[in-house]
């Protein structure tokens, strides 16, 4: 089969990809719905067609950790990097195996819970500003739920724990008008935490078909809660500069208000709560996570981070990696010809020999709520994806387009 061929094919299954309408399943992907998720076949076939196993990948705005979580069921290793705690924690959550003691003792923990509210809420709680705009009879049912975690003797048994309230949470209150009862809550719970036991049973099968121990994924990747930019200093990448072959993400969007941080109560009003099931501070503003604000300064400043960002992963990539990232704008026409000039500027250019058809890796999401500018809301978002590759040394060979999965495949990881 010829070198265009392979490429035609590794083009078309990844435009199956982009195109997907599945809704988000399998694996731990639905730990939380973490916005702007990127779709799991779009991860899976990059990795599958552009690393070999053991290899890296890194993901420098992990967001919900899609691409960690498929790339470590595919036997790869991971890097993932986000400064948001809520990203950090769930993919954490999302990919450390549970044993059957463990789950036994989560099932026994979560039956003797009373979700029903004391009838005051202790000047504690209250005072606690994580908990802004929480409807009281939620606070008082989550810190119940928060109190009872002391019981559970491990700490990945309540990072479990607290990710099923986090989840049970955000289904309960975000963009919700009315809040379920007690009762309703606690069988919820249950029903989830049966879900993510599910879950966390295909994603470790899937790791050890692919060579990774239930036992040896944690030591498969590294999560750091930090800034991308200065990143290529971190002590704890440096013996890994030079390794990852590919980057597979998804950037925040310029122009675009999502909330990462907050849920919406009753409608517009926003809570930071949370941070409060998860054990986190929370001293940040919308900008903070999404790299800039909606007005001009705000572009300015998300375009300068991007290439500071981009400059502190090229320095860790090896020389032949390919970056792809799914990135959507509230102005295409003027942000795009930026953003590809902030990637050439960070030391990248961009890929057309493996899509060649920019129009093609446009993908509508329907049904998803983005704010572009105050009082305007998309119903129907569009995301483009892009491939890139770091700019070779005066001299360098350019690297042929070769799918890793359809070459020679040596053994285990060393």
Same mark, same amino acid.
């Given at each position: 089969?010829?070198?265009?061929?392979?490429?035609?094919?590794?083009?078309?299954?990844?435009?199956?990809?982009?195109?997907?309408?599945?809704?988000?399943?399998?694996?731990?992907?639905?730990?939380?719905? *973490?916005?702007?998720?990127?779709?799991?076949?779009?991860?899976?076939?990059?990795?599958?067609?552009?690393?070999?196993?053991?290899?890296?990948?890194?993901?420098?705005?992990?967001?919900?950790?899609?691409?960690?979580?498929?790339?470590?069921?595919?036997?790869?290793?991971?890097?993932?990097?986000?400064?948001?705690?809520?990203?950090? +924690?769930?993919?954490?959550?999302?990919?450390?195996?549970?044993?059957?003691?463990?789950? $036994?003792?989560?099932?026994?923990?979560? $039956?003797?819970?009373?979700?029903?509210?004391?009838?005051?809420?202790?000047?504690?709680?209250?005072?606690?500003?994580?908990?802004?705009?929480?409807?009281?009879?939620?606070?008082?049912? +989550?810190?119940?739920?928060?109190?009872?975690?002391?019981?559970?003797?491990?700490?990945?048994?309540? @990072?479990?724990? %607290?990710?099923?309230?986090?989840?049970?949470?955000?289904?309960?209150?975000?963009?919700?008008?009315?809040?379920?009862?007690?009762?309703?809550?606690?069988? #919820?719970?249950?029903? +989830?935490?049966?879900?993510? !036991?599910?879950?966390?049973?295909?994603?470790?099968?899937?790791?050890?078909?692919?060579? !990774?121990? @239930?036992?040896?994924?944690?030591? $498969? %990747? %590294?999560?750091?809660?930090?800034?991308?930019?200065?990143?290529?200093?971190?002590?704890?990448?440096?013996?890994?500069?030079?390794?990852?072959?590919?980057?597979?993400?998804?950037?925040? *969007?310029?122009?675009?208000?999502?909330? *990462?941080?907050?849920? $919406?109560?009753? &409608?517009?009003?926003?809570?930071?709560?949370?941070?409060?099931?998860?054990?986190?501070? /929370?001293?940040? &503003?919308?900008?903070?996570?999404?790299?800039?604000?909606?007005?001009?300064?705000?572009?300015?400043?998300?375009? #300068?981070?991007?290439?500071?960002?981009?400059?502190?992963?090229?320095?860790?990539?090896?020389? /032949?990696?390919?970056?792809?990232?799914?990135?959507? +704008?509230?102005?295409?026409?003027? #942000?795009?010809?930026?953003?590809?000039?902030?990637?050439?500027?960070?030391? !990248?250019?961009?890929?057309?020999?493996?899509?060649? /058809?920019?129009?093609?890796?446009?993908?509508?999401?329907?049904?998803? @709520?983005? *704010?572009?500018?105050?009082?305007?809301?998309?119903?129907?978002?569009?995301?483009?994806?892009?491939?890139? %590759?770091?700019?070779?040394?005066?001299?360098?060979?350019?690297?042929?387009?070769?799918?890793?999965?359809?070459?020679?495949? &040596?053994?285990?990881?060393?």
């Amino acid at each position: 089969m010829s070198e265009v061929a392979l490429t035609q094919l590794v083009e078309s299954r990844l435009l199956a990809s982009v195109h997907s309408s599945k809704h988000v399943t399998g694996l731990t992907h639905n730990f939380y719905r *973490y916005p702007a998720r990127m779709p799991p076949e779009l991860a899976r076939e990059a990795v599958e067609n552009f690393t070999r196993p053991c290899e890296y990948i890194i993901d420098p705005f992990m967001g919900g950790g899609t691409s960690i979580v498929e790339a470590l069921a595919l036997g790869r290793r991971a890097i993932g990097i986000d400064l948001n705690p809520i990203a950090h +924690f769930v993919t954490a959550a999302k990919t450390t195996p549970l044993s059957q003691n463990d789950r $036994q003792t989560l099932r026994e923990w979560v $039956q003797t819970l009373d979700l029903a509210p004391d009838e005051a809420v202790s000047e504690e709680i209250l005072r606690e500003p994580r908990v802004k705009n929480l409807p009281e009879t939620a606070l008082g049912s +989550f810190a119940k739920v928060l109190d009872g975690m002391e019981a559970l003797p491990w700490p990945r048994q309540r @990072k479990f724990a %607290r990710c099923a309230l986090l989840k049970m949470g955000q289904w309960a209150i975000d963009c919700k008008e009315r809040l379920p009862s007690s009762d309703v809550m606690k069988a #919820q719970l249950l029903i +989830f935490m049966e879900e993510m !036991f599910a879950g966390l049973d295909a994603f470790t099968a899937a790791a050890g078909t692919s060579g !990774f121990g @239930k036992a040896q994924i944690t030591g $498969q %990747r %590294r999560l750091l809660l930090r800034s991308t930019v200065g990143v290529e200093d971190d002590p704890q990448l440096a013996a890994l500069r030079g390794k990852p072959k590919l980057v597979i993400t998804s950037p925040p *969007y310029p122009g675009v208000h999502v909330l *990462y941080h907050r849920w $919406q109560v009753a &409608g517009r009003r926003e809570t930071p709560a949370p941070y409060w099931l998860i054990g986190s501070p /929370d001293g940040h &503003g919308a900008a903070h996570y999404t790299l800039g604000s909606r007005s001009v300064l705000g572009l300015e400043n998300y375009f #300068q981070t991007i290439v500071a960002a981009y400059r502190s992963v090229r320095a860790l990539l090896h020389p /032949d990696a390919l970056v792809v990232q799914l990135i959507a +704008f509230s102005d295409p026409d003027r #942000q795009l010809p930026a953003f590809l000039d902030a990637m050439q500027l960070a030391g !990248f250019r961009e890929e057309t020999a493996i899509a060649g /058809d920019r129009a093609a890796m446009w993908r509508d999401v329907p049904n998803r @709520k983005w *704010y572009y500018r105050v009082g305007a809301v998309s119903g129907t978002a569009r995301e483009l994806l892009l491939f890139h %590759r770091p700019i070779a040394e005066v001299g360098a060979v350019p690297h042929s387009v070769m799918p890793s999965d359809l070459a020679a495949v &040596g053994g285990g990881c060393g």
